[in-house]
């Protein structure tokens, strides 16, 4: 049995502690002496202890309190040396050291720093768009690490489970071209040209611009989704070690896939769009069906319908490659994954919009 025996001797407070302490539960009249203005300093006594656990070091340790808060000494006699061991290391305080704040680096440092990360961002990607546009060529002479089934699997969903979507889609952009043409054309009396506004505008560039910006967020992201589920899951790192290249098994299919698609996407798209003006041509500005499809054939030109194409071809590469890269190199967790995915559509629409105005500038040279 415990005992705990206390007494105030002037004004000092006497602890005698004897017995085994086992699942002690303190002593709350100990507490309040040791905190009352009479006490000025706090013996404890522990020659007669037996044995002992941590609901013992928990008394010392409030007693301990008590006199640091008062600012009155505590004395420990006899205590076993584990417990006393103990009740310092639990009183210990860590040594304050000073935080050195880092001095702020200047503009010209900030500046040298962002262009090495830049640097080391643009060699970082060109070399995986080196590697992957070899991987396409190999996989054109047949000499690399791609299964057949992986390719119609991306070939699937890249092309026809997209065909709905880019259709409605095309669609209603040629019928909105259409109505804003016929805004300015009716001024005129010339809105039988709507058929030629809206035949040159889709198949020149429109078509493959919504086909693109319509695989980005469809297909392109769901590359990056993958591929970065499988690096948190640690596939990708699973296939590194067995010798199995990445570029070949994971992005050759889906950056062939979608290479193939595209210019097929921005066709219909350029179909479909044609048949939306038509509709608003038609049924809207009361343009007879042979009109307006008379006045669309002799705008038809197979220089702006091939450009679109070769434009459709280029973002289909845009996309696969942007959506991939952030896939590889996603974080290891959902947030990574999910960061991956919304910079690939991202980076695939910028990159789309900067290869339009530099193809639409070298055509413009070249007088195309």
């Known amino acids: 049995m415990p005992n705990l025996d206390f007494v105030i001797n002037g ?24 905190g009352s203005t009479r006490v ?28 640091k808060q008062r600012q009155i000494v505590l004395e420990k006699d006899n205590l076993p040396p584990g417990l006393n061991r103990m009740l310092d290391l639990s009183l210990a305080v860590k040594p304050h050291t000073d935080t050195v704040l880092a001095n702020k680096s200047d503009f010209l440092e900030r500046l040298g720093g962002w262009g090495i990360d830049i640097w080391q961002i643009f060699n970082k990607g060109l070399d995986f768009v080196l ?59 010339a809105q039988i040209y709507v058929a030629s506004l809206v035949t040159i505008g ?76 038509g509709f608003v041509g038609i049924l809207l500005l009361d343009i007879s069906a042979g009109e307006y499809w008379k006045y669309s054939w002799e705008a038809w030109d197979m220089v702006n319908f091939w450009v679109g194409v070769f434009h459709g071809f280029v973002f289909g590469f845009i996309i696969a490659l942007c959506g991939c890269y952030y896939g590889v190199n996603s974080g290891r967790n959902a947030d990574g994954v999910g960061v991956a995915t919304t910079r690939a559509v991202v980076s695939s629409i910028v990159w789309m919009i900067v290869a339009t105005g530099v193809i639409t500038a070298i055509f413009e040279r070249l007088g195309i």
């Not at 004897?18 to 002690?24: E, I, K, N, Q």
């Not at 300093?41 to 008590?66: P, R």
């Not at 499988?230 to 990708?236: A, G, H, K, L, S």
Request: charge should be neutral.
């Open 202 to 277: 889709m198949t020149r560039i429109m078509g493959a611009i919504m086909a693109g910006v319509i695989m980005a967020g469809r297909t392109g992201a769901s590359f990056a989704a993958t591929l970065g589920t499988m690096q948190v899951n640690e596939e990708i790192d699973a296939l590194k070690t067995m010798g199995i290249p990445v570029a070949d098994f994971l992005i050759l299919p889906r950056l062939a896939a979608l290479v193939l698609v595209m210019p097929l996407l921005t066709m219909l798209a350029d179909f479909m769009g044609m048949l939306g003006g």
């Open 11 to 34: 004004d000092v407070l006497k602890v005698a502690l004897s017995g085994d302490f086992l699942h002690f539960a303190g002593n709350p009249d100990l507490y309040q002496t040791a």
């Open 40 to 67: 000025k300093s706090i013996i404890v006594d522990g020659k007669n202890i037996g044995k002992w656990d941590s609901s013992l070091l928990l008394v010392l340790f409030e007693l301990a309190q008590i006199a």
């Open 131 to 189: 590697e992957n546009v070899g991987a396409l060529f190999r996989f054109l002479k047949g000499k690399t690490v791609t299964r057949k089934i992986d390719f119609l699997f991306a070939l699937e969903d890249c092309g026809p489970k997209a065909v709905g979507i880019v259709s409605l889609i095309s669609f209603m952009v040629g019928l909105i071209l259409a109505f804003v043409g016929a805004i300015q054309l009716k001024t005129f009396g």
